[in-house]
């Protein structure tokens, strides 16, 4: 199995930067890839941006320019820089990781607020 924890969520003010992370536990050797995805309330649970074991990344149009992904192999980690954070961008961030045999897993999410 692979346990995904999240950490660096909280209330910003509008324009500011946060760093999430997600540590990766436990069957490592079997992630095909991570990513981070975000749900606010009332809506479905979106892509935010992947990386793959290539460090090939992907970013979702509303994000794109504002958001870094980046991944360290040695910590089995990766972040999400957030940037000229804006209010939509509140919701509930989850860590996400594609796997050979263990199906999709997520982890618990970290809450994000924006104030205006």
């Known amino acids: 199995q692979v346990q995904l924890v999240e950490s660096g969520g909280g209330l910003v003010q509008a324009g500011g930067s946060l760093r999430l992370s997600c540590v990766a536990s436990g069957s490592i050797y079997s992630i095909r890839h991570m990513g981070w995805y975000r749900q606010s309330s009332g809506k479905q649970r979106e892509l935010v941006a992947t990386?793959?074991?290539?460090?090939?990344?992907t970013y979702a149009d509303s994000v794109r320019g504002r958001f870094t992904i980046t991944g360290d192999r040695a910590k089995n980690t990766i972040y999400l820089q957030i940037d000229s954070l804006k209010p939509e961008d509140t919701a509930v961030y989850y860590c996400?990781?594609?796997?050979?045999?263990?199906?999709?897993?997520w982890g618990q999410g970290t809450q994000v607020t924006v104030s205006s």
């Open positions: 996400n990781a594609a796997t050979r045999g263990y199906g999709n897993l």
């Open positions: 990386i793959d074991t290539a460090r090939r990344k």
